[in-house]
């Protein structure tokens, strides 16, 4: 798919309009990988915690369960975010949305964690990279954490039809090791809703 044709919001939107949570291989209904990265970090509660590439996942309604106070969401289509938001009818004053490109966001706070599940490995050009560990390194206060998450070196190639970026442990360690140290990582294989396994790695980097 040529980059220059490619409309990266409108394809989100589409297919957040078209499919439903679980006509998506991102499906997860608990993220236990992302939860027990955020609980190792053994910050308090009111720890500012945002979610990058959020969507409509299920991460935010177990943070809300565990009594996390302070967090946002960020996605790239309006129509996962308003459909997260319709699950939160009542249960919404700790969450602030976002709708925002990665690419194009930038930050008016701080935060104590930043969690990335699928959302980085779509960034393939050098200069988005590039733009991500800049906004990454401003974003997370000193001492706070970076929790990443993408197709491993033996994951798939393209997710909902686009190409994606592969990393390994120390490729991402590479990425981002001006402002952050690893604290740990892990090798998982992620069920998708239609019987096949997209191998996942996850690191948690904490700011130097």
Not at 41 to 59: H, Q, R
Request: charged share 25%; net charge negative; hydrophobic share 35%.
């Amino acid at each position: 798919m040529d980059n220059a044709e490619f409309n990266r919001k409108k394809h989100w939107d589409t297919i957040y309009q078209t499919k439903s949570l679980k006509e998506v291989s991102w499906y997860q209904p608990t993220p236990q990988t992302s939860l027990n990265l955020i609980e190792a970090t053994n910050l308090p509660l009111n720890a500012k915690i945002i979610d990058i590439g959020g969507g409509d996942s299920f991460l935010v309604d177990h943070l809300l369960s565990k009594n996390y106070k302070d967090i946002s969401v960020l996605d790239i289509s309006n129509h996962a975010i308003e459909r997260a938001k319709n699950r939160f009818r009542v249960n919404s004053e700790n969450i602030t949305w976002i709708v925002s490109d990665i690419s194009d966001f930038t930050p008016v706070e701080q935060y104590d964690i930043w969690h990335d599940r699928a959302a980085f490995h779509f960034l393939t050009e050098n200069v988005e990279i590039d733009k991500y560990v800049t906004t990454v390194s401003k974003a997370v206060k000193s001492g706070g954490y970076l929790i990443i998450g993408t197709f491993s070196e033996q994951g798939p190639t393209k997710c909902s039809g686009i190409a994606i970026k592969q990393y390994s442990k120390d490729s991402l360690t590479e990425v981002f090791n001006a402002e952050f140290e690893l604290v740990d990582s892990i090798t998982i294989d992620h069920p998708t809703p239609f019987n096949t396994l997209q191998n996942f790695v996850f690191c948690s980097f904490k700011k130097k």
